[in-house]
């Protein structure tokens, strides 16, 4: 992913359930991807994290985004796709569908896109939600 300060950064998150079945999750990890986002930089850092936290030969499962690179970073066998990756790409294709909604995506895609490079922008837009009472997310 890309932060709001415009560093490719890979987030290193795990998942596990106790001994009781109490799901649970921790942050390991945010590391900058100063090299090359490739599948071998990616999974290079992935095996990494997993040997400073002593979990090598632990992780039976991976869940990525669907882009290629990760697709290419982890077989089928050991990985799974994000489900809120599969929805977004399921609402795209719905929403254009029809042009209207097509072209207020679009809009709002822009809009998205300025905010998380400009933080000048993303705050006069939260200046602006306050100003109307609106929730900020």
Do not use: W
């Not at 932060?3 to 998150?13: E, F, G, Y």
């Not at 599948?39 to 030969?57: P, Q």
């Not at 993303?122 to 900020?136: E, F, T």
């Amino acid at each position: 992913g890309s932060s709001s300060v415009l560093k490719s950064v890979v987030d290193i998150n795990f998942h596990y359930v106790t001994e009781d079945f109490q799901p649970k999750k921790k942050i390991l990890d945010v590391l900058e991807m100063k090299e090359s986002k490739t599948a071998i930089n990616y999974r290079k850092r992935v095996k990494e994290t997993e040997k400073h936290f002593g979990l090598e030969g632990k992780v039976f499962s991976y869940t990525t985004d669907n882009e290629a690179t990760m697709n290419a970073a982890f077989s089928n066998t050991e990985r799974n796709g994000c489900f809120a990756h599969i929805e977004s790409k399921a609402s795209k294709k719905s929403l254009d569908k029809q042009k209207t909604l097509k072209v207020m995506r679009s809009k709002l895609r822009k809009i998205s896109k300025k905010s998380n490079k400009s933080s000048k922008f993303m705050y006069a837009i939260q200046d602006q939600q306050k100003r109307r009472g609106l929730r900020i997310l």
